[in-house]
């Protein structure tokens, strides 16, 4: 396989262009009718056909075999010179990206000026990443298309045509403008699926619903994914062959996530990701797919699905939406999008994950226990209404937890010292797992009972910075402890000031706040540079503060 699929495949007739066809009926009706204009602009995502379509149209005008409907033959020596980007007299191709002045404008347009090399030819320009042309070459551009010269044809194509309406307005108005779709999951299956067929390849359904998916409305996209995917292994195609060279996770470990959220399992969070990252998977696309999937879970509510949801993921969403009503999902969507930005550029994305799925797993818990401490059932879910019109309320923070019924807690340990002190070493050795950090700063730390729900931890008189780290990671600290006692839990800090003895629960006064506050920079400028994933670490904290309003 010498040449890359996508090269190899990319459609040579107006009639293969995937999904535009609208597109593809109007530009051949016009050179079948003779009536092509002087300038177009191609717009749509990047990967559905821009360039590709400019390129036909070029072939269609230049063809020495063309069709009575306007179809390039494909098989011509004009047709094949522009099809492979070819030098060639007629098709000038500019990427506008590395083009972008005046004086590549001015060039054009006294290349413009020459007519195409033979009689009947058109001079076509097929002009890419339009949107980065700067507002001098416009304008330079829009005195050639108010004069153009005959057979003259200028394809101008972009992802952000509001950016050219917004340097370019006049010139606009002199375009024809079309509009490409994203292609569709499905029709990217199918196609991929006959790309396979010519190649002598099986494949499975899912292995090719992964690709579609992962291409995200991009063909190009989708083919050279496709072609990492056959270089990469011998025989037929595999869902997991495809997923070992994207870093997916598989269905099951989508439904394992899910399920602590639903489940409210906060505890296993960190057991999870290790069983992730220990698999080799890209953080980012988890978190892609979790969106998916959420997105699929609210559908399920109002009785539909996504297009492109395999058997498996089915099973994963029915099952999922047993617990994680619609309006939950529409706010794990929410924190997902807060913390989207930080998983991409964080040089830690894995702990920006872990912070997420505890969010999740958390959600309403402040609720169930009020609801619990008043003596009130936490009270059935009550059962997502299944409004076939609307969509569900986007409300936030939701007064009453939707879904799903709060289980009794089950006192795994006496709530006493004694039964706390006991399940203590686990609650360590469980957060040294996490971070070797927080794994210290709790051993500073002595449990004991409070009030109903509530753990204090008791720090000595010089263990101000354990008592910090602890505050500044106490709901992840509270969602461990949570999981192991079986109960939950809120915490309580308790002494640690330098001048207190421990024990005392006042408040911090005005007066030695000061110190505190000046002590604990230093101590964390320290332990900063100490420690680089602190840093990290204080960021997604930041974020957890927000969320305890
Ligand atoms: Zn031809």
Known sequence: MSLALARRYRPRRFSELLVQDHVAAALRGAVARDR?????????????????????????????????????CGECDACRRIWTGQANLDVVEIDAASNRGVDDARDLRERAMYAASQEGHHKVYIIDEAHMLTREAWNALLKILEEPPPGVVFVFATTEPQKIANTAAPVMSRLQRFD??????????????????????????????????????GMRDALSVLDQCLSFGEGPLTAERVREVLGL????????????????????????????????????????????????????????????????????????????GPEDAVRMLKLLGESETALRRSANPRLILETLLLRWAMMDRAVDLRALLSGGAPGPAAAPAPAVTS?????????????????????????????????W??????????????????QDASPRVGDPGVLQLVFGPSQAVSREG???????????????????????LVGGEPSTGAGGSSPVQAGRRLTVDELRQERLTELRRRDPALDALAEALDLELVDEQ
Not at 195 to 204: I, N, S
Not at 392 to 409: F, G, K, V, Y
């Open 36 to 72: 092509v204009g002087h300038g177009y602009l191609l717009t749509g995502p990047r990967g559905v056909g821009k360039t590709t379509a400019a390129r036909i149209l070029a072939m269609a005008l230049n063809c020495a075999n063309r069709t009575a409907e306007g179809e390039p």
């Open 180 to 217: 490409f779709r994203r292609i569709g999951p499905v029709a990217i299956q199918e196609r991929l699926r006959g790309v396979l067929a010519e190649e002598g390849v099986d494949a499975a359904d899912d292995a090719l619903l992964l690709i579609a998916r992962h291409a995200d409305g």
């Open 249 to 324: 996770i598989d269905e099951e470990s989508f439904g394992q996530l899910l399920a602590l959220v639903a489940e409210r399992k906060p505890g296993e969070v960190f057991p999870t990701v290790d069983r992730l990252v220990d698999a080799g998977a890209d953080l980012v696309e988890v978190a892609g797919g979790l969106a998916d999937l959420l997105r699929a879970i609210i559908m399920h509510h109002y009785g539909t699905a996504p297009e492109a949801l395999g058997e498996a993921g089915r099973r994963v969403v029915a099952t999922a939406a047993a617990g994680i």
């Open 391 to 423: 969509p569900p309320p986007p409300r936030e923070p939701s007064p009453a937890p939707a879904s799903p019924p709060s289980t009794a807690p089950v006192y795994s340990v006496p709530w006493n010292d004694v039964g706390v002190r006991a399940a």
């Open 425 to 442: 070493p686990d609650i360590l050795a469980t957060a040294t797992r996490q971070s070797r950090f927080l794994g210290q700063a709790l």
């Open 470 to 492: 602890i505050e500044r990671q106490k709901a992840a600290v509270a969602a461990l402890v949570s999981a192991r006692l079986g109960l939950e839990v809120s915490l309580e």
